[in-house]
């Protein structure tokens, strides 16, 4: 039966997810995705229709880890030692290799991936040190989303890396601060509070006066008309 895939399928795409849409496969070795790679290499630097590019799927999705050494694969072709260790590498990092840039673009969500991948409690060999050598300036760039840093991001949740944690800090120590003092962020909207419930208060007060005036008004008709 012939399988038929829709316009915006992508095979780079696919595998850097770590499977096709509806699953369709269960392991993918780094090895596919460095064949895919090979054959279409502009896919790389392809978005697709939520702003993602491939290296924003591999930080979101299953690691393409090179599984060799845990599970052997028979190739019909003969594979060299070469391209073995040439696929050594995780999908993030292949993917970073070819195409750094994507590091510092944001997804539709507003998302980098490194974002994404301290969310999904990638290690730090495991993807996020490719992430952060290549774009530094991510470590400090909060989520939009949830407004965490990186480092807060790999520290939630059940998946959390404490490996990532500590070297996302080690990065930026000075982010421990936003633990202690109130952000940049934050005092503006605590000033933009204080000034809010000031210009109420000040409102209140001036229909409170109104509401006087108007009652001792009526009370002096009143006497007037008796």
């Known amino acids: 039966e012939e399988v038929t895939f829709p316009d915006t399928w992508k095979v780079v795409h696919c595998l850097a997810r770590g499977g096709a849409p509806k699953e369709c496969f269960t392991f993918c070795p780094s ?5 895919a790679l090979k054959q279409v290499p502009e896919q790389v630097m392809w978005p697709d229709e939520m702003g993602c590019f491939p290296l924003h799927l591999a930080a ?15 190739f019909s072709c003969e594979v060299t030692d070469s391209v073995l260790e040439e696929t050594r590498s995780t999908s993030i990092e292949m993917l970073v ?8 673009i944001l997804d539709h969500s507003g998302r980098l991936p490194l974002h994404w991948a301290a969310e999904t409690g990638k290690s730090w060999e495991g993807g996020v040190e490719p992430l952060v050598q290549a774009a530094p300036t991510a470590v400090e760039t909060r989520d939009v989303r949830t407004h965490l840093y990186p480092f ?16 996302l800090l080690r990065a930026s120590p000075s982010l421990v601060q936003t633990g202690i003092q109130a952000t940049a962020y934050e005092s503006y909207l605590e000033s933009k509070y204080s000034q809010e419930r000031q210009r109420f208060e000040k409102e209140l007060r001036r229909k409170e006066h109104l509401i006087h005036q108007l009652h001792t008004m009526l009370k002096k008709r009143k006497r007037i008309d008796d």
Not at 153 to 161: I, K, M, P, V, W
Request: glycine fraction near 6%; include cysteine.
């Open 152 to 167: 807060m991001l790999a520290a939630e949740g059940g998946d959390s890396c404490l490996d990532s944690v500590y070297m």
């Open 97 to 104: 290799a070819m195409y750094p840039r994507a590091t510092r």
């Open 31 to 35: 090895i596919l995705l460095w064949m």
């Open 60 to 74: 979101k999705g299953r690691l393409l880890a090179d599984i060799f050494a845990a599970k052997p694969i028979s």
